[in-house]
């Protein structure tokens, strides 16, 4: 993975053990010379890991749409800014340039992202690894739902397993660097068993 789009936050939220591991994985990054996309704020979660990659001269690719670039939201000392016209642009243009996604804490934009990457996945448009930074549990609630999606009917367990999920940066990147892309068949199967 030479470049892997981190979705997160423009907020730090309640508790500094989310904003260090934004820390931990843009210095795991910058050590690794894997080049960051992401939504190019300089704010929250998205600032922290676009600052720590900066300071330590790495990649740092920020995808924005035109309507968010203020002065007070768009970073301006990264490596390349670019501007869409739209934010559904901005995931067009975040899936051209990266070989995976990784999710930190953030809201409905992280779980929106995220789950279109997953969504490509599924559907064998891509073949990316997608993965999560469960820090402090932040995820749990969200995996049980899927769990329950699966128990349900309304996903296949094979569909789930896509997702990647870790609490540690190393275990994270080791596998997602060892993803297997599940089979397609020509027909997308339903669910039903």
């Known amino acids: 993975m030479k470049k892997v789009a981190v979705f997160c936050g423009s907020s730090l939220g309640f508790n500094e053990i989310y904003k260090n591991d934004a820390i931990k994985l843009g210095l795991y990054f910058a050590k690794n010379n894997i080049g960051l996309v992401y939504g190019g ?39 390349e800014m670019i501007v869409t016209k739209t934010m559904s642009k901005r995931k067009v243009r975040i899936s051209k340039l ?10 409905f934009g992280t779980l929106d992202e995220i789950f279109e990457a997953l969504t490509l996945g599924q559907l064998g448009i891509e073949k990316k690894p ?64």
């Not at 035109?66 to 000392?77: K, Q, S």
């Not at 990266?98 to 930190?104: N, P």
């Not at 540690?168 to 990147?173: A, E, K």
Request: proline share 3%; glycine share 10%.
């Open 41 to 79: 704020g300089k704010i929250g979660m998205m600032g922290v890991i676009a600052d720590t990659i900066i300071e330590k001269k790495g990649e740092v690719i920020g995808v924005i749409p035109g309507l968010l670039r203020h002065e007070e939201v768009a970073h301006t000392n990264i490596t």
């Open 98 to 107: 990266v070989d995976g996604y990784i999710a930190l804490p953030g809201g």
């Open 130 to 193: 997608v993965g999560i930074l469960n820090t402090n549990g932040f995820f749990n609630h969200l995996i049980k739902q899927l769990d329950v999606m699966v128990t349900e009917g309304y996903l296949k367990q094979s569909n789930k397993e896509m997702l990647i999920v870790s609490d540690s940066v190393d275990d994270l990147i080791t596998k997602m660097f060892n993803y297997k892309a599940p089979e397609m068949s020509k027909v997308i199967n339903k669910v039903v068993r």
